[in-house]
């Protein structure tokens, strides 16, 4: 079946440590984004890629970076300058235009 | 930059009677896409209803409808016969028409509960 794999499902992470957050699609979609989920605050944007080798800040791209070296892969990376990075994290890939937003998921992240 | 704004963070209904969640939104954009997703609470996020800007007719996909009104930028959502398994955050979203994929931005959703 075709679809967005997210991993893994928890995630811990250590002061003044990275992680990266996996995203893998098989739906051949061009486009993926990655949302980040706080309560009582909905999605917000935090990177999107529209084709291979190509990605684009949202708004609140600062203390991650993403890499689209491959269609199906969209890795984000969680960095030390990310000072409150506790939320849920959300994957998703489309065609574009009137096509829904597929979902994967989500990676609850917490702080130790 | 386009905003959504959804004004009712909590909302609650009784089985099987009908419900009616608020969306605005703000853009100087002429054509979009508008969408309402559902998130229970096992946190995936499925696809309610979605809604061309270009056509008057508003959408239905069973129990669920919207109320489209272009000129004032509003976007609401009628779940008719609630059921318990309509629990959940609805967001409602909003997509600029244009080339190649833009993001959806989203509203800070309603949280519905369902009581038997």
């Known amino acids: 079946d075709g679809g967005i794999t997210q991993s893994p499902k928890y995630l811990f992470r250590k002061e003044g440590q990275n992680v990266t957050l996996s995203c893998e699609q098989n739906?051949?979609?061009?486009?993926m984004y990655w949302y980040r989920q706080d309560p009582g605050q909905g999605l917000r944007l935090i990177y999107y890629?529209?084709?291979?080798?190509?990605?684009q800040k949202g708004d609140i791209a600062e203390g991650y970076s993403v890499s689209r070296e491959k269609k199906e892969s969209f890795p984000l990376t969680v960095t030390s300058a990310q000072k409150n990075p506790t939320a849920f994290y959300l994957c998703?890939?489309?065609?574009?235009?009137?096509?829904?937003?597929?979902f994967g998921s989500g990676t609850q992240l917490s702080v130790l | 930059a386009q905003t959504v704004t959804q004004s009712q963070p909590e909302m609650s209904v009784q089985e099987a009677e009908t419900v009616t969640l608020s969306c605005t939104y703000d853009?100087?954009?002429?054509?979009?896409?508008l969408f309402w997703y559902k998130q229970p609470p096992s946190r995936q996020m499925i696809l309610v209803i979605r809604?061309?800007?270009?056509?008057?007719q508003n959408a239905t996909e069973n129990r669920f409808s919207v109320n489209f009104q272009k000129a004032a930028k509003s976007f609401s959502l009628k779940i008719s016969d609630s059921q318990l398994g309509d629990t959940a955050m609805y967001f409602c979203?909003?997509?600029?028409?244009?080339?190649?994929?833009?993001?959806?931005?989203f509203g800070k959703g309603t949280r519905l509960s369902v009581i038997a």
């Open positions: 998703a890939s489309n065609e574009g235009g009137f096509e829904k937003l597929f």
């Open positions: 739906l051949n979609h061009d486009a």
């Open positions: 890629s529209q084709i291979v080798n190509d990605f």
């Open positions: 853009t100087s954009e002429s054509n979009y896409y």
């Open positions: 809604q061309e800007a270009y056509k008057q």
């Open positions: 979203a909003f997509m600029k028409h244009g080339a190649g994929n833009t993001p959806l931005v």
